[in-house]
Nanobody, 125 residues
Framework: QVQLVESGGGLVQAGGSLRLSCSASGLTFSSSVMGWFRQAPGKEREFVAAITWSGGSTDNADSVKGRFAISRDNAKNTVYLQMNSLKPDDTAVYYC??????????????????WGQGTQVTVSS
């Protein structure tokens, strides 16, 4: 079955950096659009970043532009989220998601058909 396993979350001070990883199995990773979403307590899940199957195109939420970068290694079936200049507002559970139908980037969580279990990121002030 399809598995997406996130890692790399933790506690960091404001201004610090973290790198999240998502290891995928059970799907054709190299042809899947991959995305990162996050959900803070009491808030809806929100789009963070997405990347096409080739890595040639990315999309980032305005709130993370210039600070976060999504990338992928198809040889390792892994997608990454490099997070720099972290702020307390970035505190959330971060989820990896796979969109295996269609090649177009999307910010809509309903278009992603597989999800990881999430990893907690906490940014202290």
């Amino acid at each position: 079955q399809v598995q997406l396993v996130e890692s790399g979350g933790g506690l960091v001070q404001a201004g610090g950096s973290l790198r999240l990883s998502c290891s995928a199995s059970g799907l054709t990773f190299s042809s899947s659009v991959m995305g990162w979403f996050r959900q803070a307590p009491g808030k809806e899940r929100e789009f963070v970043a997405a990347i096409t199957w080739s890595g040639g195109s990315t999309d980032n939420a305005d709130s993370v532009k210039g600070r976060f970068a999504i990338s992928r290694d198809n040889a390792k079936n892994t997608v990454y989220l490099q997070m720099n200049s972290l702020k307390p507002d970035d505190t959330a559970v971060y989820y990896c998601a796979a969109k295996t139908i269609g090649a177009i980037l999307t910010r809509l969580p309903g278009r992603y058909n597989f999800w990881g279990q999430g990893t907690q990121v906490t940014v202290s002030s």
